[in-house]
């Protein structure tokens, strides 16, 4: 394994086991510890407010002092949240946890921004594709391995295993994960210019917005999905974990593998609508499924829907970014994913507490809404690459 791209995607990837690890147990392991629906949204919250902080300067200290001690220093960051879950005995610990890897989590624009470094704008899409690749097979083996973890060997292990994972990325990363040579030498603009300019661009603006939109409607599903399979189908830990991995298995077979061809086939911008369009259906129908097995199955709709969306919105919005913004472009895209993961999970618990259906119906109109309101206009407008 010598290529830089082969090196990251492995160094995303057991970054993504790790969160994944914690996803299926994580709502059930904060009402155990005494926290109310919304007060679970709340600490869901704190792990995006570090992102939403952290990615936008991340991203612009890694366009000028290098993308790889950025990505390692998140790596070690993570590793000590998954140890301080490990110990998590209140939710005053809960939090800071969370808060940790909400930092170290910051790293991922870091990551995009490598692969634009190494790649040109045909195969950026494709060489994206891998971030969601390493975030599907996180969410197969992450969410399982979780699972089983708390059901064998208690919440420490949870915690303990992710951080270890961690700390083995970090050494591979270190030793095997070069600089790339093209960031080296350019010119950066300032990130308030990179923030003026983005505002101002008719493609790069709607493209943030769709991201924060986006992630808002999912985020309110992802927190909500382990109480709602628990209380309506009595799914237990191992069961969510077992499902989420199943989601994770499509998601990494079409944008490890089909995503390239599709591009090709159908351009960035159509596929992304089509993408929105599954998302947004998946949503609405989930909460009327009578029984586990068409529940399975709607997620499987949604996790397609997703798979398409994903690299397509990080593609475009990396190919209107010029060589030396994009980092910081990125940084704000992956800022205002942050945002949503903040408000999405309090909003979530809050409309879960009012009807478990509540949801699901509002992430699936805010699909739609995405759809006509940021997505099908950008078909008038002219790629920047």
């Given at each position: 394994?010598?290529s ?8 995303v990837?057991l970054d993504l086991i790790?969160f994944g690890?914690i996803?299926?147990v ?5 009402r ?5 629906q919304?007060?679970i949204?709340f600490?869901?919250a ?9 990615s936008?300067?991340?991203?612009r200290?890694?366009d000028r ?6 990505l ?9 949240g998954y140890a301080l879950f490990a110990n998590a005995?209140?939710?005053a610990?809960l939090?800071?946890?969370?808060m ?7 790293n991922?624009?870091v990551?995009q921004?490598?692969?634009a470094?190494t790649t040109?704008g045909a195969d950026r899409?494709?060489s994206?594709?891998?971030i969601?690749a390493?975030f599907?097979?996180?969410f ?21 295993v992710?951080?270890?994972l961690?700390?083995l990325?970090?050494?591979?990363a ?9 960031h080296?030498?350019?010119?950066r603009?300032?990130f308030?210019?990179?923030v003026?300019?983005?505002?101002t661009h008719?493609?790069?603006s709607r493209l ?9 409607a ?5 927190i ?8 309506r189908?009595?799914w ?9 991995a199943?989601?994770g298995?499509i ?11 599709l ?6 911008k ?7 369009v599954?998302f947004?259906i ?7 499924m ?6 399975v199955?709607?997620?499987g709709?949604?996790?397609?829907g ?6 397509t919105?990080n593609?475009?919005?990396?190919l209107?970014?010029d060589?030396n ?7 704000l895209s992956q800022s205002?994913?942050?945002?949503a993961r903040i408000?999405g ?6 409309l ?5 259906e ?16 940021l997505?099908?206009?950008?078909h008038?407008?002219?790629q920047?690459?």
């Open positions: 394994m010598n830089p791209l082969a090196i990251l995607f492995l160094t990837l790790g690890i996803l299926p994580f709502p059930l392991y904060a155990d510890l005494g926290a109310s919304l007060e949204g600490i869901a704190s792990f995006s407010v570090m992102t939403l902080l952290w936008p300067i991340l991203g200290w890694s002092l290098g993308r790889r001690p950025i390692l220093t998140c790596i070690v960051i993570n590793a000590a005995r209140t939710l610990i939090i800071a946890s969370r940790l890897n909400g930092i170290g989590a910051s991922i624009s990551a921004a490598y692969i470094d040109s899409a494709r994206l594709g891998l969601g390493a599907g097979l996180g197969i083996i992450g969410p399982a391995l979780g699972g089983f973890l708390k059901a064998q060997f208690g919440i420490a292990a949870v915690g303990y992710p951080s270890v961690s700390l990325n970090a050494l591979l270190w030793i095997r994960l070069p600089e790339p040579q093209r080296a030498f350019a010119q603009p300032s308030g210019a990179t003026r300019a983005t505002i008719p493609q790069q943030v917005l769709l991201s924060f939109a986006y992630w808002f999912f985020v309110m599903m992802q909500t999905f382990a109480l709602f399979a628990n209380e189908f009595g237990r830990e191992d069961a969510i974990g077992g499902v989420f199943l989601t298995l998601g990494s077979a079409i944008q490890g593998g089909a995503i390239g061809k591009v090709k086939t159908f351009g960035e159509k596929l992304l609508s089509i993408g929105l599954l947004a998946g949503m609405l129908a989930l909460p009327w009578p029984s586990s097995a068409p529940v199955a709607t997620l709709g949604i996790a397609v997703s798979a398409l969306v994903t690299p919105l593609a475009l919005l990396s209107s970014a060589d913004s994009q980092g910081s472009v990125l940084g205002a994913a942050s945002l408000v999970p309090i909003v979530g618990m809050g879960y507490g009012v009807r478990h509540m949801p699901y119906v509002a992430a699936g109109l805010i699909g739609f809404a995405c759809l006509f309101a997505v099908l206009p950008l008038g407008i002219e920047h690459v």
